[in-house]
């Protein structure tokens, strides 16, 4: 098992997840981040500090967003982030917490 990160994150980017991965399994692209499946080590630390609930396991993944399973493999061709960055809170972030 792995987790994904999904469509919620576009545009948002928070790093909150990336910085508590404890096998620096997030890749940071512009606008979003993704999880390496090869690097993931399915610890759950990553999952309740997204704040726009857009990190999804492999498992319980809504359908709408199963396309994020090949997304999240592309990973590895991105740099990693492993540490907190400001939000991107873009002008398409469709997630932002209250």
Avoid: R
């Amino acid at each position: 098992m792995t987790y994904i990160v999904a469509e919620p994150c576009v545009e948002c980017k928070y790093t909150d997840c990336a910085a508590v991965c404890p096998v620096e399994a997030f890749h940071e692209l512009p606008d979003k981040l993704l999880i390496n499946p090869d690097t993931c080590i399915d610890c759950d630390a990553c999952l309740p500090e997204c704040p726009v609930e857009a990190i999804f396991s492999d498992m319980s993944i809504p359908e709408e967003y199963m396309t994020w399973l090949e997304i999240n493999k592309e990973a590895e061709n991105y740099p990693i982030i492993s540490t907190k960055q400001p939000a991107l809170f873009g002008s398409d972030c469709k997630g932002q917490p209250e």
